[in-house]
């Protein structure tokens, strides 16, 4: 099912009883939205691939004159043109009493031409007139209750791809683009769970949302779950935890009359641990739905990309997920088809090293398995 890499299985991590919750949960391959009593123990997790055949055929050749006449050279692709991308997550509710995670998986939420999108590393290969699938990942942390992080799952993508297409391109720069699409796009989906009364003032959430192209990486974050790229040996942060004791956002919460309060970590108010979200309408204007958005451009030397609640970050750093990430995805690359897929056993092994790490939080993760690729493709004619 993916591409050759290291032999041997990947290192056994020691299974146990974890007890979770269902997040919201959308994608095209599975959409979920369930009620779980608290004497019920289920995983909500899920997998699946992006096969390089969902994009657009292009013919890649030119000819060019040389001495001995014509000949034809191919031109460069895109970095994940020619591959496919596998994906898996789980979300449990760990040893908290409620869960309040919820996690978006959206394959093809959007399909534009490259030239369109932004960003293309090849712009003169014929690429710029390809269309290609845009796919969306998202993992919201809510606090409060659960129901901010569940309209986010169900919504965000869906106003992401309205914006964008609201958004006039005018000449504008394609990163300036997404920087307005993506801000309108928070600050809209900010507006609708007050307008449609989907939560209490007293409620919110953290959301990173990631656009990934066949080109670009574009992350949008509000708070403290984190997403970041593993290219290589090196561990590369997409966001940076927006943390009221940062001291930017300390100094701009001062600035319009706020209090940060140590009360078990840096808080608002002694409140809220984080300095930006989607909701907490009763902390305005300290607690703010504006995000941070980085571009990152994919090289062949990715090797995942990982988005995770701080239920996985507070007890692991960065370059500890990496290690396990390079270990297992590399093991288990020769998987055939039928099997799990590596980036799920993965996503699987962070959520079971976190939870025995004694993780107090609710932890959710998504793995995108960035070399994804398969040798054969057999293409359906059926859709």
Known sequence: MLMDSEDGDANHVDSFEISSASSTVSSLFSSSDV??????????????????AAVVPLTLTVEREGEEGRVARKLKKCVGRNKGVAWGFRSVIGRRKEMEDAVAVVPG??????????????????NSVEISPIHFFGVYDGHGGSQVAKFCAERMHEVIAEEWDQEASNGCKWKQRWESVMSSSFERADNE????????????STAVAVVLSGCQIIVSNCGDSRAVLFRGTESIPLTVDQKPDREDELLRIEEQDGKVINWNGARVFGVLAMSRAIGDRYLRPWIIPVPEITFTTRTDEDEC??????????????????EVARRILRRRRRSAAGEVPAAQVLADSLIEIAVGRNSSDNISVIVVDLKSKRKHHHISSSS
């Open 35 to 52: 009620d779980v009593s608290s004497n019920l123990s289920i995983t909500s997790s899920s997998s699946g691939e992006i096969l390089a």
């Open 109 to 126: 939420f959007m399909s534009h031409t490259c030239d369109r999108v932004g960003g293309c590393t090849n712009p003169g290969s014929g």
């Open 193 to 204: 769970v007050l307008s449609e009364a989907a939560a209490p003032e007293i409620v919110g």
């Open 305 to 322: 990309l990982i988005i995770a609640s701080d239920g996985l970050w507070d007890v692991m750093s960065n370059t500890e997920v990496g």
